[in-house]
């Protein structure tokens, strides 16, 4: 098959024939229709999280399983499905028992422990993948996959309560599905962002309100939940003074620099809370909103072939909200 591989730590990706691979027991072996490119994509290739290469990445993945391994039940050939980020857990510690496997530390993930989607086939394990549903194609779902499962789990964690409100920080990929998200879960929302450019689609995608900092957020009557989806740390933190007392941040994007706490959110008890993607139940609404319409990635689509163009664009930041690969 011909996959998009990365040979080492900082290496240059490219498209090259690969073994294609056999469903073990458990697993089924799916035919990629489309795959999201994550900026996480770009941190592994960073070293930044560690993986043995070469490896191919990719963790927004799509398409129709075409072969069922042993012992496979509840999933056939011809089904429509995605996989998330964490597959499998190591089945025996505290976090496992309580199942909670993505919070176990041997976890098995896409494009980590596993090869990852930005090929024509990947082996997944049956019990990880999810059934998409059928008013959702296939380059719609798979940023969800990532993107919007992480997101949808961070407004769930932040819990935020009728009439509140809810900002959002990096208006990027994950962004631009958490205003979405929030609108559509009816809180009043506000997107905070320097790119002026962006102004006129996120107002289209249904903010209540662009502000460019937390001076400005604060300004605008504050939030009560921050959905702090930026790769930069200190755009978190300054969106973070818009916060009203109570408030909840909620981390879901990395930056290099570290996080700078400003000691006024202790005094207006505002809480930081780390989230990824939180469980099924969390997936399965990202993908049923995205399903009635009422949440659209707006994605530019490249072949598998010009990934390596899709790769460095993702990296520079050129990007406004998601790339997504096709097969065909
Ligand atoms: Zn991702
Ligand atoms: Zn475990």
């Not at 040979?7 to 697993?27: D, F, I, L, R, Y």
């Not at 422990?113 to 993948?129: K, V």
């Not at 809180?187 to 249904?206: N, P, Q, Y």
């Not at 989806?229 to 200190?234: E, G, R």
Request: proline share 5%; glycine share 12%.
């Amino acid at each position: 098959m011909k996959a998009a591989v990365v040979p080492s730590v900082n290496g240059k990706w490219e498209v090259k024939e690969w073994q294609t691979p056999k469903a073990g027991p458990n697993q089924v072996v799916i035919k990629i229709h489309a795959s999201g490119l994550c900026y996480t994509d770009v941190h592994i290739t960073h070293g930044v999280i560690p993986t043995q290469f070469p490896r191919v990445l990719g963790h927004e993945p799509v398409g129709e399983i075409v072969e069922v391994g042993a012992g496979v039940t509840s999933r056939k050939v011809g089904d429509r499905v995605g996989v998330g980020w964490v597959q499998k857990g190591c089945g025996r510690c505290e976090w496992c028992l309580r199942g909670k496997k993505e919070l176990c530390q041997s976890a098995i993930s896409t494009g980590i422990g596993l090869e990852g989607s930005h090929a024509e086939y990947m082996l997944a394990y049956a019990d990880a993948t999810m059934l998409i549903p059928d008013a959702l194609s296939y380059e719609q779902a798979a940023p969800i996959f990532c993107a919007g499962y992480t997101v949808w789990s961070g407004l769930r964690l932040g819990d935020p309560k009728p009439h509140e409100r809810i900002a959002v920080v990096g208006i990027g990929g994950l962004g631009h599905l958490a205003l979405q998200y929030s609108k559509a879960a009816g809180f009043e929302t506000l997107a905070v962002t320097k790119s002026k450019d962006k102004e006129k689609s996120i107002r289209e995608m249904g903010a209540d309100e662009v502000v460019e900092d937390g001076a400005k957020l604060l300004g605008a009557g504050g939030a009560d939940v921050l959905l702090a989806t930026s790769n930069s740390w200190a755009a978190t933190a300054d969106a973070a003074k818009g916060m009203r007392p109570d408030g909840r941040v909620v981390l879901m994007g990395v930056g290099p620099e570290p996080l700078n706490y400003n000691p006024e959110l202790m005094f207006k008890r505002v809480r930081l809370m780390g989230s990824s993607q939180n469980g099924p139940e969390y997936l399965y609404e990202a993908l049923d909103y995205a399903a009635k319409g009422k949440v659209k990635v707006i994605a530019e689509t490249y072949n598998l072939d010009d990934i390596s163009r899709a790769y460095d664009r993702v990296a520079d930041g050129k990007v406004r909200f998601r790339a997504v690969i096709t097969m065909n």
